[in-house]
């Protein structure tokens, strides 16, 4: 059997995995029973509704969002990964002043994101991603 730290990343791995192909119910079996992603921007998704809300809006702006793993790490309890957001700007964007319609461009972004564990458990209580808004504007042509 894998030690813990390694069934950890596995975990992590399957949820970025299944975050691409749309198993919304595979993602939320690798947490804890409760879903949780505190988001950079302040927002807290918590809860299976919450979240499931999450992916519905984040998948309207960006249908065909993925991730690309470059490198992943386990530390304590927690699991670091950094990977590259991509997707197509299809939908519409809603920003603080403004919404803006689908430029049809191209998101390819560098991200980092934390995976949260209970002590000794290989079940996710919480996804922290760290991204720069404003690069995300930037890279499908949207001046703030």
Known sequence: ?????ERRIQTVRD??????????DGVIDTFAGHPR????????????EAVRGYFAASRSVFPDQGNEIIAIA???????????????????MRLPDR???????KLR????????FAEGSDRILVER????QA????SIGIDL
Not at 74 to 92: A, D, K, R
Not at 109 to 116: G, N, V
């Open 129 to 132: 991603p760290y991204y720069d």
């Open 1 to 5: 059997m894998p030690d813990l730290a």
């Open 74 to 92: 386990h530390t304590g309890n927690t699991v670091l990964v950094e990977f590259w957001l991509t997707g197509t700007h299809l939908g519409e």
């Open 135 to 138: 690069a995300v504007a930037r």
């Open 109 to 116: 972004m560098r991200m980092a994101a934390s995976f949260e």
């Open 37 to 48: 992603y505190e988001m950079a921007t302040g927002q807290v998704f918590d809860g299976e």
């Open 15 to 24: 949820h970025m995995h299944r975050e691409t192909v749309y198993d919304w």
């Open 99 to 105: 919404v803006v319609p689908a430029t049809g461009r």
